[in-house]
């Protein structure tokens, strides 16, 4: 809203893969990382462009290293006047301001709040989805407020929702939450619960750096999840579940 400023009819827009709401009233436009390293290979002077920045940079990927690449070498070579900013929670912003030729840092400390870090044992045999339906229950019956429980996929979210159902208060929904539902039940596991309502998430990993859920009191990490892995004899690349930490 303050970039916009008190521009009348000034619009925000996105770009991304097979979709483009973008007319000639925006002023911000949102887009992948991979559509920018497009619009900068289409047309390196980026015209009509005067910032670009780089958000959750800390989540680091090809294309995100790619997408600052080409933008320290147009703004290097082409358009000196170019403005570029890289934000970050975690990241070390030193090395990434040194990267662009010693960029002012600015931090904001925010808050911090205590957490309380408990472990429990999953037994050999049972499955996860067993193991974390009962600590969910756990955690619904102790402590107060809502409940977000990572999974390694959609498979193990369903079967897991399956053993809850029927068995939390009636105050209390279960919502899941992947990459492959449709945006308005993303909306729906992302909103606050209604006054006096709880909620338990079931996410995948797209729920770890770059939402926040509010009322969510009590995080329950399976510490597994699902990753690509590449097979150079096959030439495929399939998901594997894996631990993390």
Known sequence: AELLGEEPGATVGYAMRMENRISAKTRIVVVTEGVLARMILDDPELP???AVIFDEFHERSLD??????????V??????DLRLAVMSAT???ARVAKLMSGAPVIESEGRAFPVDIRYDERPAGIAIEDAMAKAIRAALADESGSVLAFLPGQREI???????AGKVGTDTDIVPLYGMLDGKAQDAAIKPPPAGRRKVVLATSIAETSITIDGVRVV??????????YEP???????ETVRVS
């Open 91 to 93: 990241l070390d912003g």
């Open 48 to 50: 009509g462009v005067s």
């Open 158 to 164: 369903e079967r897991t929702a399956e053993r809850l």
């Open 64 to 73: 995100g290293d790619f997408g600052l690449a080409l933008a320290l070498d």
């Open 75 to 80: 703004q290097g070579a082409l358009r000196p």
């Open 220 to 229: 329950i990490d399976s510490g597994l999840s699902r990753l690509p892995r």
């Open 233 to 239: 004899a096959s030439g495929l690349t399939r998901l």
